[in-house]
């Protein structure tokens, strides 16, 4: 439902939710312009019962994705959504394809919601009861993916799954579920109500953006937080698998280098504390700039509140995720210098000194964990940006 601002001007302000379609393959541009008209249309009338919400159709013409096993990767999309949602001030946007979509763990996926960056993907290819080999049917069609552009939003505005399979955020299992799924109960269109201003996060600033990242930090803390825990650091690490390798690779060298024990036993702790300071800075910065999104401000040089929670989140992300990495490496190497060197070849190995006491083992394992980590963020690097964003950016498979 449009909210006529002239003719009640102290009626709210709206919450925009962009629908913008992106047609990749046109084979028949008629057709899925009319599905997702029609779409558009039921979407608005579902929220009818909250005024401050309205629809806004966008199309962005001609996308060039490359497929991969007959599917396109959802972040492919997501990242030309995510420059068009800051250049076009949005506060939520729905991106509607044509073609089907990959998935991490399912053989096709109907939609892909990101809370983080308040987007959603979703793919009209399977709806149309013609791809099952019935006959086509518009109203059908539009009507299932109505119902999938409010699941996804319900996604963004923070909405779990239900059991009932009539209420919108079913956690639908095939096409046919979208037939039957159909309401949201008044709890749900309470906490729509009362988180809706908080998840638009539609402030935004052009000048003292300095000022205005420091507060968004600080308003959006538990946001920021939410998006880390679903992240979750030690999935992250399973993702990466060359990081891991590269840095186990460089460790195990250096363990058995007598020039490292000369190392540990020369330099004081201080310094080993600020060189794996420094080293975890460094892989994260590094990571950073791998698996971030590039686009940061809009043209007029404005920065929203969107963007500044997504881009903390990840790089909060990825500094979790090497501090597990470095934790894990660093009791790793002290229980190997127990249990592996004996007493003997560690009096004899070093030339600066005997490496034996207990805090020699320990700068020794601090080093062997900061060069490690360090080594596997640049190894890193080539790990699968899909996989590793799929981790960060997306919540689930629809």
Same mark, same amino acid.
């Given at each position: 439902?449009?909210?006529?601002?002239?003719?009640?001007?102290?009626?709210?302000?709206?919450?925009?939710?962009? &629908?913008?379609?992106?047609?990749?393959?046109?084979?028949?541009?008629?057709?899925?312009?009319?599905?997702?008209?029609?779409?558009?249309?039921?979407?608005?009338?579902?929220?009818?019962?909250?005024?401050?919400?309205?629809?806004?159709?966008?199309?962005?013409?001609?996308?060039?994705?490359?497929?991969?096993?007959?599917?396109?990767?959802?972040?492919?999309?997501?990242?030309?959504?995510?420059?068009?949602?800051?250049?076009?001030?949005?506060?939520?946007?729905?991106? &509607?394809?044509?073609?089907?979509?990959?998935?991490?763990?399912?053989?096709?996926?109907?939609?892909?919601?990101?809370?983080?960056?308040?987007?959603?993907?979703?793919?009209?290819?399977?709806?149309?009861?013609?791809?099952?080999?019935?006959?086509?049917?518009?109203?059908?069609?539009?009507?299932?993916?109505?119902?999938?552009?409010?699941?996804?939003?319900?996604?963004?505005?923070?909405?779990?799954?239900?059991?009932?399979?009539?209420?919108?955020?079913?956690?639908?299992?095939?096409?046919?579920?979208?037939?039957?799924?159909?309401?949201?109960?008044?709890?749900?269109?309470?906490?729509?109500?009362? &988180?809706?201003?908080?998840?638009?996060?539609?402030?935004?600033?052009?000048?003292?953006?300095?000022?205005?990242?420091?507060?968004?930090?600080?308003?959006?803390?538990?946001?920021?937080?939410?998006?880390?825990?679903?992240?979750?650091?030690?999935?992250?690490?399973?993702?990466?698998?060359?990081?891991?390798?590269?840095?186990?690779?460089?460790?195990?060298?250096?363990?058995?280098?007598?020039?490292?024990?000369?190392?540990?036993?020369?330099?004081?702790?201080?310094?080993?504390?600020?060189?794996?300071?420094?080293?975890?800075?460094?892989?994260?910065?590094?990571?950073?700039?791998?698996?971030?999104?590039?686009?940061?401000?809009?043209?007029?040089?404005?920065?929203?509140?969107?963007?500044?929670?997504?881009?903390?989140?990840?790089?909060?992300?990825?500094?979790?995720?090497?501090?597990?990495?470095?934790?894990?490496?660093?009791?790793?190497?002290?229980?190997?210098?127990?249990?592996?060197?004996?007493?003997?070849?560690?009096?004899?190995?070093?030339?600066?000194?005997?490496?034996?006491?207990?805090?020699?083992?320990?700068?020794?394992?601090?080093?062997?964990?900061?060069?490690?980590?360090?080594?596997?963020?640049?190894?890193?690097?080539?790990?699968?940006?899909?996989?590793?964003?799929?981790?960060?950016?997306?919540?689930?498979?629809?």
């Amino acid at each position: 439902m449009k909210v006529d601002q002239k003719a009640n001007p102290q009626s709210p302000a709206p919450f925009v939710v962009g &629908v913008m379609k992106m047609e990749v393959e046109g084979r028949d541009s008629q057709r899925f312009n009319e599905v997702v008209a029609r779409a558009v249309s039921e979407l608005q009338a579902a929220f009818a019962q909250e005024p401050r919400l309205r629809t806004q159709s966008l199309a962005f013409d001609g996308p060039h994705l490359t497929p991969g096993a007959g599917n396109y990767s959802p972040l492919d999309f997501l990242e030309i959504g995510l420059a068009e949602k800051l250049e076009r001030d949005l506060p939520f946007l729905l991106i &509607v394809t044509e073609v089907d979509l990959s998935s991490s763990s399912l053989a096709y996926t109907l939609a892909l919601p990101s809370p983080l960056t308040n987007i959603a993907i979703l793919s009209t290819r399977r709806l149309d009861p013609e791809f099952w080999g019935e006959t086509h049917d518009t109203p059908r069609t539009a009507a299932r993916l109505a119902t999938l552009m409010l699941h996804s939003f319900g996604h963004l505005v923070s909405l779990n799954h239900e059991r009932d399979i009539a209420n919108v955020m079913y956690s639908l299992e095939g096409v046919e579920d979208l037939d039957r799924m159909g309401h949201l109960t008044t709890a749900q269109l309470e906490r729509i109500a009362r &988180v809706l201003p908080h998840e638009a996060n539609e402030r935004s600033a052009r000048d003292d953006k300095l000022m205005f990242v420091g507060r968004t930090l600080v308003r959006d803390a538990g946001a920021i937080v939410r998006a880390v825990a679903r992240a979750n650091p030690f999935r992250l690490i399973t993702r990466m698998p060359t990081m891991l390798a590269a840095a186990l690779s460089v460790i195990i060298v250096l363990l058995f280098s007598a020039e490292t024990w000369d190392v540990a036993h020369a330099v004081s702790m201080p310094q080993i504390v600020s060189f794996s300071a420094v080293s975890l800075a460094v892989a994260v910065f590094v990571l950073y700039r791998a698996f971030a999104f590039d686009t940061l401000l809009s043209r007029n040089r404005r920065i929203t509140e969107s963007t500044v929670v997504t881009f903390a989140a990840i790089f909060l992300s990825l500094a979790l995720t090497l501090l597990v990495m470095f934790i894990f490496f660093g009791g790793l190497m002290y229980m190997a210098i127990l249990t592996v060197f004996p007493q003997q070849l560690m009096e004899s190995w070093p030339g600066a000194g005997e490496a034996t006491t207990p805090i020699d083992h320990l700068k020794l394992s601090l080093f062997l964990a900061a060069m490690g980590v360090l080594a596997g963020s640049l190894g890193g690097r080539s790990d699968s940006r899909d996989l590793v964003r799929g981790v960060l950016f997306i919540l689930e498979d629809t």
